[in-house]
């Protein structure tokens, strides 16, 4: 099992993880009420940086999102000298990195890229391996690490470094405005008053090593799921039927007794919390204890996985269930065992569950134990069974060549017309998901029917995230009296919404998940896609390059592997 040995968290309440845990133990939150910022013309409140902790964290020569990173992983490293000894790996999350920079369509795009961040990151700790970015909606965090688990156990490196952060923008709070998600008052997680969320920023950073002590119990993760719901790319399942299926995973084969505590996603948002609840009822864990932390921090997306897990092993270390702030009556159809004050457990496993837009929902298992011998992942070979490539000129499907006229911006939507044809909602979605829906759909039509599952798994990279998008979003904001930013638009932003429309449309259950990386590397890609093999309920993987950068320029290079 990966094993915990150092961890961090950078956010408004305090520069390192103890001063975090403090201040949430006695009942602090970084919430604040802002009436009008960046050009904004609405009131929200959030968790933000003052701007003086934003100057001393700053770094000469870096982006603030690059500098909360460099920052938050440092202070951990910290803890764990001789720790670049051995193979290192470098797993960035978050939602948008560097994307406030980007405040006209005419601005420079290198600074948006996250994948280009994280290699400056790398290039910043003195790391030699390829960066690896977890862009998958508010799940990122726990992705992230769920990604690091399976390259250590299958023996690709010694060490990983993961770290989510997240920094809040005009770009961002106006997307959750537009989606009327968000609360002009602090949030209320699963309370009969929840009126939506608040969003955050922050870093929090855990370092994992497959080398454990054999002698003191350590925090280790014990196993993992990660769900697509395949209903929806911005609501829930309402029976949280992708959330159900993470939690009977990772309670398969211990008794729920043992768990001291189910660290819910508790977004405050009405569907979200609704859902969660209906999940741990269906999963019969309705009297186990369950908290939320999003009252002190707020949601801070691509942080909110890893800032959230860590809170709770260190709140369990001093024999505590932290409050669910904001908390004061149920306001959920489902029994959820969830209370606004502090509980004394002597537990030491816990649950972690998160959902996000694209219909994606994980959950890890951690406990503290003595850790057994190191143990090696079992990954399966592939077998390539369909391979499609997509280009403005040619589409080449299983060796064979079907030239096509580049017809500039009508060029996916011609090959729609010809090869696919009866899902009109391609015509609602952005070009990066329009490229990668139609190179699935052509591959899954090669297929006889007994090839498909509906556990399969997809997973797809590319360079540049989900840039046009962003661009086309910034144009929609306008200003002052124009002020109409696009919620149609903005959960297009999220670049793994191309895998949320995959699964809906083939009705796909299995996991999703979406890397952003400096540059193609295709012996990278195979390494983390072939770790997605040792989850042994799914039996195939949809994965590739998909990348969009305009009419003239984009390609899709993706393919089903079966199982060996």
Known sequence: MATIIADNIISPLGLTTGENLRAVMSGQSSLCRYEATDG????????????????????????FWESLVINSIRRALGQCQGLMNGTTALILSTTKANVGMLKSP??????????????RVAQALGLDTMPIVVSNACISGVSAMITADRLLKSGDYDNAIVCGAEELSRFIISGFHSLMALSEDECRPFDIERLGLNLGEAA???????????????????????????????????????TLRVLDRLTRGIDINDVAVINLHGTATMYNDQMESKAIERANMSDVPANALKGYFGHT???????????????????????????????????VNISPETRMTD???????????????????????TVPAEQQLTCNSLSIT????????????????????????????????????????????????????????????????????????????????????????????????????????????????????????????????????????????????????????????????????????????MFIAQKQ
């Open 301 to 335: 997306m691509g942080a909110a996985g890893i800032l959230e897990t860590i809170l709770t092993y260190r709140a369990l270390d001093e024999g505590l269930i932290l409050a669910t702030r904001g908390f004061s009556e149920i306001g959920v159809s489902a029994k």
């Open 347 to 369: 537990k030491k496993t816990f649950v972690k569950i998160i959902s996000g837009f694209g219909g994606g929902n994980a959950g890890i298992r951690i406990t503290k134990t």
């Open 40 to 63: 904004l013309p609405f009131p929200y409140t959030a968790s933000r940086f003052s701007d003086t902790t934003r100057r001393s964290l700053t770094i000469a020569g870096y982006t």
């Open 386 to 557: 369909h391979r499609v490539t997509i280009t403005p000129h040619r589409l080449w499907l299983d060796g064979i060549d079907y030239p096509m006229a580049n017809n500039g911006s009508s060029t996916l939507t011609d090959i729609y017309k010809k090869y696919v044809g009866d899902y009109p909602k391609f015509y609602k979605m952005d070009s990066l998901s329009k490229l990668g829906f139609v190179a699935a759909r052509i591959l899954t039509n090669a297929e006889s029917d007994n090839d498909a599952s509906t556990t399969r798994d997809i997973a797809l990279f590319n360079k540049k995230s989900s840039l046009m998008t962003d661009i086309e979003y910034i144009a929609s904001v306008g200003h002052g009296r124009d002020f109409y930013p696009s919620p149609s638009i903005f959960v297009y932003t999220l670049p793994n919404i191309v895998t949320g429309e995959i699964a809906i449309n083939h009705k796909y259950c299995g996991e999703t998940v979406f890397y952003v990386l400096p540059d193609r590397d295709d012996e990278l890609i195979n390494r983390l896609v072939r770790s997605m093999t040792a989850d042994k309920n799914h039996s195939s993987i949809l994965a590739g390059w998909v990348e969009y950068e305009s009419p003239d320029q984009f390609v899709a290079d």
């Open 204 to 242: 929090a950073t855990v370092i994992l090593t497959r080398h454990g002590s054999p002698i003191a119990p350590q925090w280790q993760i014990m196993d993992w799921a990660v769900s697509n719901d395949s209903y929806h790319i911005s609501s829930p399942s309402p029976r949280g039927d992708g």
């Open 106 to 119: 005419d601005d420079e795009p290198f600074v948006t890229s996250p994948g280009q961040s994280a290699l």
